[in-house]
């Protein structure tokens, strides 16, 4: 099995930076694309970043020049720099990992428990 923990979730002003981890233990597994998603009472899980294997990025609109995708492909870690918070961020952060067993299998997808972030003053 694939297990991912998050950690840098917290509370920080308007304006503020947080960096989020996410680890996979993914032993016997090969991982591919790895994203972080996010979550507010009421609405849908949104996708916010997401990093491939290649290091390609991709980010939703309303977080470009503020937030940057990494990723440790030796650590199986994926991270996520938040600059410049706004309120409208507060949300819960989830991980998502795309993992497979072999070569003939599909990726399957992974997700973290969350990690909650605030920002507020």
């Known amino acids: 099995q694939v297990q991912l923990v998050e950690s840098g979730g917290g509370l920080v002003q308007p304006g503020g930076s947080l960096r989020l981890s996410c680890a996979a233990s993914?032993?016997?597994?090969?991982?591919?694309?790895m994203a972080w998603y996010r979550e507010t009472p009421g609405k849908q899980r949104e996708v916010v970043a997401i990093?491939?294997?290649?290091?390609?990025?991709s980010y939703t609109d309303s977080v470009k020049g503020r937030f940057t995708i990494s990723r440790d492909n030796a650590e199986n870690t994926v991270y996520l720099q938040m600059s410049s918070l706004k309120p409208e961020d507060t949300a819960t952060y989830y991980c998502?990992?795309?993992?497979?067993?072999?070569?003939?299998?599909?990726?399957?997808?992974?997700w973290g428990k969350g990690t909650l972030v605030t920002v507020s003053s």
């Open positions: 990093v491939t294997t290649g290091g390609e990025t």
């Open positions: 993914a032993s016997g597994f090969t991982i591919g694309r």
């Open positions: 998502l990992c795309q993992a497979r067993k072999g070569l003939l299998t599909n990726y399957m997808n992974y």
